[in-house]
């Protein structure tokens, strides 16, 4: 995934012990199906992702990286204000590369960021991967 990548154009850039690597994750809604149909909960979530992100972490060369996890129903203001409280000189994300009505339903986190950050922003493209954005619809 492309995301991936943008940690390992990360790890290109700065020692890894300077990177610091956040997911943000959404709250459970009690309608979703892993609430209703299981025992999903924010708690369960977290220590699922914390797990992956270890996984991955090592797998990109980025083992010793900072990592982690924010709750927050805005992805975009969780990215911008965890980067100031860490003092963070540079915001590197990836982009769906979603466009028309997608975009304008959805809207894009990256541009919010991109907008609304106090320090410089670098967002890969998936088309500049060879992925086509396409693919998302």
């Known amino acids: 995934d492309v995301c991936w990548r943008a940690l390992e154009a990360a790890v ?3 020692p890894v012990a300077q990177i610091h690597v956040l997911h943000v994750m959404v709250p459970t809604d009690h309608a979703s ?3 209703l149909v299981g025992n999903q909960t924010d708690a369960t979530r977290r220590a699922e992702v914390h797990t992956l992100l270890q996984t991955k972490l090592a797998e990109h060369g980025a083992d010793g990286a900072h990592m982690h996890l924010a709750l927050g129903s805005s992805p975009p203001r969780e990215i911008t204000a965890f980067a100031q409280e860490v003092g963070a ?5 990836t982009s769906h ?4 009505f997608k975009r304008w339903m959805l809207g894009s986190v990256a541009e919010t ?5 106090t320090c410089s922003v ?3 493209r998936r088309r500049a991967h060879g992925v086509d954005p396409a693919a998302d619809a």
Not at 89 to 93: C, G, H, K, Q, R
Not at 113 to 117: C, G, K, L, P, S
């Open 97 to 100: 590369g979603r466009t028309g």
């Open 122 to 124: 670098l967002v890969l």
């Open 113 to 117: 960021v991109v907008r609304r950050a």
């Open 89 to 93: 000189d540079l915001v590197l994300m």
């Open 33 to 35: 199906p892993g609430v």
């Open 12 to 14: 290109a850039m700065v």
